[in-house]
C-alpha cells in the first residue's frame, strides 16, 4: 500500500504565495510522475503540474510561469510553489503520483484546500 500525503494549503491574498508540499511512503517499488490536479466547486479535476523522474515539467497554460514544480526523488516528495495567486486557482488541490508495476499504478492524497481571497 502507497500513502499520499498533501500539505500546505491555507487561506493567501490575491498576489500573495503558497507552497505545498506531497510525500509518498509506505511499500514503493519505484515512484516514476508525482504531480498535482485541482478541484474547484463545481467544475471537474484538472491538471495543474507534472514532472518524471528525470525532471521533465508539464504545467497548465493558466498556471505557466506562476507556479513551479520540484521533486526529492530521495524523499518520494513532490513540491508546487505557487505564486502571483489569483483567486480562480482556489481550489482542492490533490497530489498524483504513479509508478509501474507490470501495469501503471496510480496514488492520490486526499487534497488540501488552497482559498486565494481578499
Known amino acids: 500500500q502507497v500513502q499520499i500525503v498533501e500539505s500546505g494549503g491555507g487561506l493567501v491574498q490575491p498576489g500573495g504565495s503558497l507552497r505545498l508540499s506531497c510525500a509518498a511512503s509506505?511499500?514503493?517499488?519505484?515512484?516514476?510522475?508525482m504531480g498535482w490536479y485541482r478541484q474547484a466547486p463545481g467544475k471537474q479535476r484538472e491538471l495543474v503540474a507534472l514532472i518524471g523522474s528525470g525532471g521533465s515539467t508539464n504545467y497548465a497554460d493558466s498556471v505557466k510561469g506562476r507556479f513551479t514544480i520540484s521533486r526529492d526523488n530521495a524523499k518520494n516528495t513532490v513540491y508546487l510553489q505557487m505564486n502571483s495567486l489569483k483567486p480562480e486557482d482556489t481550489a482542492v488541490y490533490y497530489c498524483?503520483?504513479?509508478?509501474?508495476?507490470?501495469?501503471?499504478?496510480?496514488?492520490w492524497g486526499k487534497g488540501t484546500l488552497v482559498t486565494v481571497s481578499s
Open positions: 509506505g511499500n514503493i517499488f519505484s515512484i516514476h510522475t
Open positions: 498524483y503520483a504513479n509508478e509501474v508495476r507490470g501495469s501503471i499504478r496510480d496514488y
